[in-house]
């Protein structure tokens, strides 16, 4: 019976540990997201499929269609493997001015962003539930090369992302 109790505490424990890294509500960001939450919520997104390519950063948000990660063919495997049941996919950029970017999106996922053939780390990360129109918001240093944006471990099928240099 000891052990039983013991068990029901660390799993409450763990449980507990795990909802405290996840702050709830739009003023729980590191950072102001006013900009990048208008532009995932804007009512004209355009839609790209994965696997497209855009000539150079889109200027406002789009929403990105994902498929299961067997079918998505992302061009690294994502550093976080996705679970069962969620959607991938990927777009690439053939022309980006050197600096600081967001990249954030509308629903939780996992963000990978290639380079020069290697996985960037970020900069700075940021995320919150319960804040409407954004759940994450990622700060990557990039350079004036092409890049890959790939999103993994997606519960829909379709996320809405914005690309915006940092403030």
């Known amino acids: 019976m000891r052990v039983l109790t013991l068990l029901v505490a660390l799993a409450f424990s763990a449980t507990s540990a795990l909802a405290a890294e996840e702050p709830s509500g739009c003023d729980k960001f590191k950072w102001p997201i006013e900009r990048e939450r208008a532009a995932l919520s804007a009512p ?24 299961a990660p067997s079918e998505a063919k992302l061009p690294m495997p994502p550093e976080r493997a996705p679970k069962d049941g969620t959607f991938a ?8 001015t050197a600096g600081l970017y967001t990249i954030s999106l509308s629903a939780g996922a996992w963000i990978d962003v290639v380079q020069d053939g290697h996985v960037l780390k970020p900069v700075a990360f940021s995320g919150a539930t319960d804040c409407s129109g954004i759940r994450k918001t990622v700060k990557y240093e990039l350079s004036a090369q092409p890049f890959v944006l790939q999103i993994s471990g997606a519960r829909e099928n379709s996320v809405a992302i914005a690309i915006l240099p940092a403030q």
């Open 89 to 96: 996919g990927f777009t690439s950029v053939k022309s980006a």
């Open 44 to 67: 004209d997104l355009a839609r790209l499929a994965s696997g497209s390519e855009q000539a150079a950063l889109p200027s406002s948000a789009v929403a990105l269609g994902l498929v």
